[in-house]
């Protein structure tokens, strides 16, 4: 098997949202992915022969027929850059600086603005409880007026423009459906305020992808 059609190994869980976020942009690229189970209550991942690959003793890491790479949005970015003309378009062209420069915009915007709310909402109205903890409430507020404020910017940009980078689907539109989807449990209406049309019809859209919800499924 040739290295362009080797299957990709991505260590880690189902139910992981870093893990999540990899294997939407795989199946948007029409990718086999063999997810190898990280025995996380066992602490696989503290263990040394993990810590070779991923030093943090997180989940994910790739591993591409002996190439290994973590942190989620790079190992996105490493397949939508290796298998460019293959599924989705999910880049800019290298050679349109215009189009890249709004691409990084787009990147930092999910990154920067989007993930810290969600994830932080999501840390305190979920994952908290679940693990035996205490929801701190100021915080929780702190996260859910951050994220809402948030959108408004979402919403003056995507009401000129389909998706968060331009008219096209993009690897910073799929970043934010893992923590995105964490907080539509917590909040079922909360992508679909009247005061932000066109953040719904952009959730809609992105959240409604059989690539997404593959992932769903499998996290199932």
Sequence with gaps: ??????????????????????KVVAYEKELDLSLEAVD??????????????????????LDDNGFTLFQSRAIC???????????????PDASDIKAVSIFEQAINIEQADFDPNASGLTMQKLFL???????????LKKHVDGLRMKLDGFERILSKQKYLSGDEISLADL???????K???CYPDFFHDSSRPNVRRWWDAISNRQSWKRVLVEAE
């Design 129 to 139: 409880p679940k693990r035996g903890g205490k929801t701190d409430e100021e915080q």
């Design 1 to 22: 098997m040739s290295e362009s059609q080797s299957i990709l190994k991505l260590y880690g869980t189902d139910r992981s949202t870093c893990c999540q976020r990899v």
């Design 40 to 61: 996380m209550m066992g602490k696989e991942h503290k263990q040394d022969a993990y810590l070779a690959k991923q030093p943090f003793g997180q989940i994910p890491y």
């Design 77 to 91: 970015r490493y397949i939508a850059m290796k298998y460019p003309n293959q599924g989705t378009k999910l880049l």
């Design 183 to 185: 907080v539509e449990i």
């Design 175 to 181: 970043f934010a459906l893992p923590y995105g989807t």
